[in-house]
C-alpha cells in the first residue's frame, strides 16, 4: 500500500497538472484560441474567438464608421421633448439609405412610427470635423415580418442634409447566402450599457434557419445593438442584430413561492441575413414593378403582385385556422402559403406569401395580397398536402383549413 507521502505527493502532481492546462491549456496553447504559432499573437487582437489581424481590424474600422445611432421624438409629446435614444443604424448606400430593425423606429407595444427619426453618426477617430452629423430619415421601405426598415435622409431646416456630390460611409453588403456554421463575425453597434461611442465584439456563427430568415450567433448582444451591424472578416454586413433569446430559470431559493434570484444558463443573438436588406435596396433601387411567374393560362385570373405590393402591404390580411378534419382539434406547427392560381409545385420562386399556425391553429400570412384569385397550400407533419383555390377581396371571412391525417 503506497505510503500517505506518496499518495500526497501524487495529489500534487495531478492538481499542478490540472491548474497548468487551465492556465495554459492543453497541449500548452493559450486559451483565445489564437490560429497560428506563438509569434504571431502579438501581431493580433485578441477579442473572443476571432483573432483580428491588422488586415481584419482596418476593414472592421472602416465598416464602424457606417454604423450610427438612432434617436426619436414625438412632438405631439410636449412642447418641446427631447430627442431619445433608440438603438443603431448603418448606412447601406452612400447617398443616404440606411437600414435599422423596424422595432427600432417605432413606439414599443403600439407600432406607431415616431414623429422624428434622427440618424447620428459620429466622426471618425482622429478627425478634426464637427463632433457629431444628425440626419433627419424617413421610412421609404418597411419589412414588418422580418422587423427592418430602410430609411433616406430628407433635407431639414434643423438638421443637416447631403449636400451635391457629398457621400456618407457606407457597408458593403455579403452574400449572406454563403454563411457557414463557425463562421467568424464582427458585432458593430451602440449597446445601452456601453457608453456613447461605437462597441465591436466578435463571435460565430452557431446556428442558420433559412426557414423563418435567422442567423444564430454566440456574440454578445445587448440593448441597443438592434440595427446596427454584424460583418465578416472582410468588413462586409452579413447580418442585422435584431433580438436576444436568454435561457433563464427563476430560483426560489426559501420555497415562499417568490423567485430569490435568476440563474442565466446562456444566450443566443439573432440577426437578420442581409439578403433581406439587399432585397429591400434592389426594389427601392429598380422602382419597377416585377410580376411573379405565374403561367400563361392563369394570367388573366391572377393579379399584378408587383414588388412593391409585396413589401408596402398593400392589400388585404390572409388569415385563418387550420385542424384536423379527423377530430377538428387545431394542427400547430403548419406551414400555409399562397401560389399563383394554377401552380402545382411550391418554389421560391412562386410563393407569394406564407406563414405558420401557433397552438391554437390559427395563421396569418406574412404580407398582405391585392384582390384576385390564388392557390392556396398547406402542410404539417402527419397530414396530407392540402391544395385549393381560393379568393381574396375585402370583408372575406377567415380562412378555414382542414387537413386528412397520413394513411
Known sequence: MPSLAG??????????????????????????GQ?????????????GNLPLSPEVRARVRQAASAVGL???RNVSDSDAPPLRLRASAVVIRKDGIIATNYHVIT????????DEIIFSLPPEPGSSGPQQKRYRVTPVVINKLYDLTLLRIIPDGAY????????????ELADSHSVRLLDDLIIIGFPERAGSSVTVNTGIVEGIDTLDQWIKTDARLMRGNSGGAAVNGEGKLIGIPTKVVVDSQ???????????????????????????????LSQLSSGAQKSAPIPNSQKSNSPAYTAEVIEQGIG???????????????????????????TQTVSAANLLTWGGSNADGQFELNKRVPPGRYTLKAVAFGYGAFSQDIEIKQDAAPLVIELRPSS
Open 160 to 171: 443637416s442634409s447631403l449636400s451635391g456630390g457629398e457621400e456618407l460611409p457606407a457597408i
Open 70 to 72: 438612432i434617436f426619436v
Open 316 to 342: 388585404f390580411e390572409v388569415r385563418g385556422v387550420i385542424r384536423s378534419i379527423a377530430t377538428a382539434k387545431p394542427i400547430a406547427g403548419a406551414r400555409v402559403g399562397l401560389v399563383p392560381l394554377g
Open 7 to 32: 499518495r500526497r505527493y501524487k495529489v500534487r502532481l495531478l492538481v499542478a497538472l490540472i491548474l497548468a492546462i487551465f492556465i495554459w491549456g492543453p497541449a500548452g496553447r493559450d486559451v483565445y
Open 250 to 280: 427563476p430560483i426560489d431559493k426559501d420555497g415562499d413561492g417568490f423567485p430569490d434570484e435568476v440563474r442565466q444558463f446562456g444566450a443566443v443573438g439573432f440577426l437578420r441575413p442581409a439578403q433581406l436588406v439587399s432585397s429591400m
Open 35 to 47: 490560429r497560428g504559432n506563438s509569434n504571431q499573437v502579438d501581431d493580433q487582437v485578441k477579442t
Open 107 to 114: 413606439q414599443d407595444g403600439t407600432g406607431r412610427v415616431y
